[in-house]
């Protein structure tokens, strides 16, 4: 059996077609940086967003960057961020020159606990990334209503949430702003990296698209020290090739994730997503939660079953983080997720044979069940 992870080449070969038409659009109108194909998708990924603005960068790490910094966040500055996080949200934080203020996840849905935010608020905090992690939305109305009573910005960390609803609206819509990012592995994915803010602020959309190109608006007039940071004309065009099939990819990965949770009922020792009612996911993983997950790991993979875990050491058990001070045992529930969880195969071209072979290889470690 050979069930990869995710088959990143059998989702890009659909749109060959499509690619090569790209490539030979660009080539032909002589364009590489900052254009016409740049322009198109950003307009068409701010239609799908609902965010009136989208301005496409170098990547999703440099998307959250320039908003903290288009937002005027910087040196003596405080973001809440998620203690439970990929690194990135938290980088971005650095970059900008502000401290990250982890704040623990809900135990159920593993985003930011809109209960502990306000303990975590001090007279420096300007701004909450919230990440809708695993193409979950955070829980917003309490975050923006908490952020509205204390003057603070809210940021969504979108990079995994490609099309994911919260009450009905779209991740990117949701805050002040937004960051996504194009990462291939992505439920929209380039061909090598890439990036997007959304937002319906037209001042802070100014200033990003200022900031992300050398901080000028004008060619060698710099207003501010600004970025290198653009999406190419090259993987706009691919991007916008790959935006029709979002859509139909998200909801052939919501019928993987029903029959995963359907299938996987039940099963000691075995904690499955929990979707609350209002919540709509993209569905970017599946990830399941079990005591004994290296074990699980391992057995799959002897079985031919690609897992990945998302992710191993929280940020601010990183080396990366020493700065922090912060020991094991400081953020526990954070801990925890990241000593339990796995995420198991799920992609848009993967076969129903291969989802029941997952299903019933978990069921023969955990449950006993024969072969
Ligand atoms: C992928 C990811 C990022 C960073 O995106 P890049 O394009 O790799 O820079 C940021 N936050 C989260 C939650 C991510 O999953």
Redesign the pocket.
Known sequence: MNIPFLDLKSINLRSADAFSDALTRVLDSGWLILGKETEAFESEFSTYCESGQCIGVG??????HLILRGMGIGVGDEVIVPSN??I??WL?VNYAGAIPVPVEPDEQTYNIDPDRIEEAITPRTKAIIV?H?YGQCADMDPIMAIAEKHGLKVVE?A??AHGALYKGRKAGSLGDAA?F???PG?NLGALG???AVTTSDTKLAQSIRMLRNYGSEKKYHNLAKGYNSRLDELQAAFLSAKLQLLDSDNSRRAEIAERYSEGLKGIPDLVLPHVPEWSSPAWHLYVVRNSQRGALQDYLSSQGIGTVIHYPIPPHLQPAYAELGKKEGDFPIAEIIHREVLSLPLGPTMSDEDVESVIHKVEVLLNGKSI
Do not use: H, I
């Open positions: 990547n999703g790490l440099e998307a959250l996080t990929y990135a949200t971005a990440v992690l960390d990079a995994q960051g990012s194009f990462y992505k990296d890439g990036g």
